[in-house]
């Protein structure tokens, strides 16, 4: 069983690398381009939107939305396109796994904007006393 998830883990990279090379093909169609680049980004970012840490819903990212994201990528992406676009993926995945820190990078802005957020709403609604 753990072999099995292993391989489903695996082909999951295998298909995320190939929705990037998609995405810089030019037969792909402008709004596949789109999700594919969202779904691309969020999978190969070091840093996840939800903190795997966190109980059950840390995993929800990467067991639900991120194939979903794929799922519904693929829908839109020419199959001749994807298929030479996965053979691509599948050389050079064999050899290492590609790291988005742009989208990481973007992640953290998400989560300090969510800290400054709640910080002014715990000082602005009186929670916190100063003196």
């Given at each position: ?17 190939a ?45 639900l ?18 298929a ?25 802005v ?22």
């Open positions: 069983m753990l072999t099995t998830w292993k391989s489903r883990a695996r082909q999951l990279k295998v298909e995320s690398y929705l990037y090379l998609a995405c810089r093909d030019p037969r792909t169609p402008w709004y596949a381009r789109l999700l594919a680049g969202a779904v691309v980004a969020y999978a190969f970012s070091p840093i996840d939107l939800i903190p795997d840490p966190i109980p059950l819903l840390g995993y929800l990212d990467d067991f939305l991120v194939p979903a994201g794929i799922l519904l990528a693929r829908r839109l992406i020419p199959p001749a396109v994807l030479e676009c996965r053979e691509q993926a599948q050389a050079v995945m064999a050899q290492d796994k590609p790291v988005n820190w742009f989208a990481g990078g973007v992640i953290v998400i989560w300090l904007a969510v800290a400054f957020w709640l910080a002014r709403l715990v000082i602005d609604v009186g929670w916190l006393s100063w003196g």
